[in-house]
Nanobody, 126 residues
Framework: QVQLVESGGGLVQAGGSLRLSCSTS????????MGWFRQAPGKDREFVAA????????YYADSVQGRFTISRDNAKNTVYLQMNSLKPEDTAVYYC???????????????????WGQGTQVTVSS
């Protein structure tokens, strides 16, 4: 069982930055591909970014490409999402997710992820 805990959300003005963190339990963090997803009120959950177990491959939604950066520190059992040039449409609850890399190397398919955090709210004011 993997427990995921997100942090770093908050209220920021448009154009600002936030860094989200997702800390995990257990000693096998490096065995998991990680993803970030978000869900705005009244909308479906959508893919934001993902990273392979080694960090060698990263994936981004078109809407965040060039503004967001996903990274991981396997020694700290943590994955990060650096969010720059934030826009009001980035407002959502952000979730991190994990899947064993042997099952899925990482990507936009939310149904492939086995573990989810509780989410952290990001609000971008205009």
């Amino acid at each position: 069982q993997v427990q995921l805990v997100e942090s770093g959300g908050g209220l920021v003005q448009a154009g600002g930055s936030l860094r989200l963190s997702c800390s995990t339990s257990g000693r096998t963090f490096s065995s998991y591909a990680m993803g970030w997803f978000r869900q705005a009120p009244g909308k479906d959950r959508e893919f934001v970014a993902a990273i392979s177990w080694s960090g060698g491959s990263t994936y981004y939604a078109d809407s965040v490409q060039g503004r967001f950066t996903i990274s991981r520190d396997n020694a700290k059992n943590t994955v990060y999402l650096q969010m720059n040039s934030l826009k009001p449409e980035d407002t959502a609850v952000y979730y991190c997710a994990a899947v064993r890399h042997s099952r899925y190397s990482g990507g936009s398919d939310s149904g492939r992820y086995d573990y989810w955090g509780q989410g952290t709210q990001v609000t971008v004011s205009s």
